[in-house]
């Protein structure tokens, strides 16, 4: 099998900040060399980032900060928190740590940790904080197969009952074979865990789909709804979409009829917002060999979408992030690929599918050291997180 990707990152593209007239730089709290960056937005309407720094000698640290208003527009990071450090963590440009902060003011986060020598052996690492991020608990795995195989691509997300709920890639069902990367199917999982770190619910959302993008999840008014790229056996490799209703997890259904048929991963995941009922996905396909960043819309909690639409500027590498505005429009952020480099880019589409001019955030390299860039709503401004030689950070007003 032809999976597309590499493994641990060792370097990081050159790229100084430079933001443009729209944007602010934002001095960032990663140091030299850190790299994996995710936001998230807490609900009382804060931004917290979190990444890796590299400590040396084979030591990682996960690390956290918070957006903090210094004065009328104008922001700064707090001072970094641990929230873990190891020496046997699968560190990768494309799968990820995250946080979250859950509605009871709790903390969430997840790592990657080997599990056997094999490349692509390793567990997901979840921690809890339940005093703002001073103290962590000891980490649990939420998947309990045992295998030395590849768990990864976590999106943690609150359930209903403010229990904490995380869906993932599970290659359980993968044995080894030629090479690192085995032979048989990813599927797709899901689990809640509950304040005391006891498991319920789980889960087998999807038996077969695409071994290395991304997953992403969002909370409706119906209920969560999951996204991520599927496989057929014909090798289809379109984003589904499944739904959590009345207790019952939905068949996976299509976003969009792309048809982009594909014998390896694009490792190019999808990425949802959800605000009441109103749903946006953001993805990348090259159905037809044309390289695209779509949208599509949903008012029925995902149920069903409109007709998508294109978002980006003739030459997209992908690495998309979406949010929704209160008008229901979305903002969409992606890296363009230019001759020279390339950019982040923000774009605003509104309810209609009508497009506003794209914005640049910062120029960025498009290699996969420079992974996938962030974005979040902080009130009314707009936060990014990139990386470069380090991990970046800036601010925008919302358009």
């Given at each position: ?29 990663a140091g030299a060399g850190s790299g994996q960056p995710n936001l998230t937005v807490s609900p009382d309407g804060r931004a917290h980032l979190s990444w890796i720094e590299r400590l040396g000698e084979g030591r990682f640290s996960l690390r956290f900060a918070t957006l903090e208003k210094a004065a009328p527009e104008k922001y700064e990071w707090s001072a970094p928190r641990v929230i873990a450090e190891g020496s046997n963590w699968f560190v990768n440009w494309a799968d990820f740590p995250s946080m979250i902060a859950l509605p009871d ?295």
């Amino acid at each position: 099998m032809n999976r597309l990707r590499i493994g641990v990152v060792a370097s990081f593209l050159l790229f100084p900040i430079s933001v443009l007239a729209q944007t602010r730089e934002l001095p960032s709290p990663a140091g030299a060399g850190s790299g994996q960056p995710n936001l998230t937005v807490s609900p009382d309407g804060r931004a917290h980032l979190s990444w890796i720094e590299r400590l040396g000698e084979g030591r990682f640290s996960l690390r956290f900060a918070t957006l903090e208003k210094a004065a009328p527009e104008k922001y700064e990071w707090s001072a970094p928190r641990v929230i873990a450090e190891g020496s046997n963590w699968f560190v990768n440009w494309a799968d990820f740590p995250s946080m979250i902060a859950l509605p009871d003011g709790s903390l969430a986060a997840h790592w990657l940790v080997r599990s056997g020598t094999g490349t692509y052996a390793y567990d997901v690492n979840i921690s809890r904080s339940f005093d703002g991020g001073k103290t962590w608990s000891k980490p649990f795995v939420p998947h309990r197969d045992g295998t030395q195989t590849e768990h990864g691509f976590v999106s943690l997300f609150p359930a209903k009952d403010n229990s904490l709920a995380a869906v993932w890639l599970d290659g359980r069902e993968m044995k080894a074979g030629a090479g690192d990367h085995g032979h048989g199917n990813m599927t797709l999982r899901y689990a809640k865990i509950k304040r005391d770190g006891s498991m319920a619910d789980e889960a087998s959302l999807d038996a077969k789909v695409c071994e290395c993008c991304q997953t992403s999840a969002a909370m409706t008014a119906d209920g969560p709804v999951v996204v991520y790229r599927d496989r057929s056996d014909q090798e289809i490799r379109d984003i589904s979409v499944i739904r959590l209703k009345d207790g019952k997890w939905s068949q996976p259904r299509s976003v969009a009829q792309d048809g982009w048929q594909l014998n390896g991963c694009p490792v190019n995941g999808p990425a949802v917002a959800a605000s009441g009922r109103r749903v946006a996905v953001a993805w990348f396909t090259v159905a037809g060999g044309a390289p695209r960043v779509k949208l599509a819309f949903s008012d029925d909690a995902g149920e069903t979408f409109n007709e998508s639409v294109i978002v980006d500027d003739g030459a997209p590498v992908g690495r998309v992030d979406v949010l929704l505005l209160a008008d229901g429009s979305a903002m969409v952020c992606w890296l363009e690929k230019l001759s020279g480099g390339g950019e982040v880019r923000v774009r605003r589409v509104k309810p209609d599918g009508k497009r506003d001019q794209s914005i640049t955030v910062a120029p960025s390299g498009t290699a996969r050291s420079n992974g996938f860039p962030q974005m979040v709503r902080a009130g009314n401004t707009l936060v990014f997180a990139w990386t470069g030689a380090r991990v970046f950070t800036a601010t925008m007003p919302l358009p």
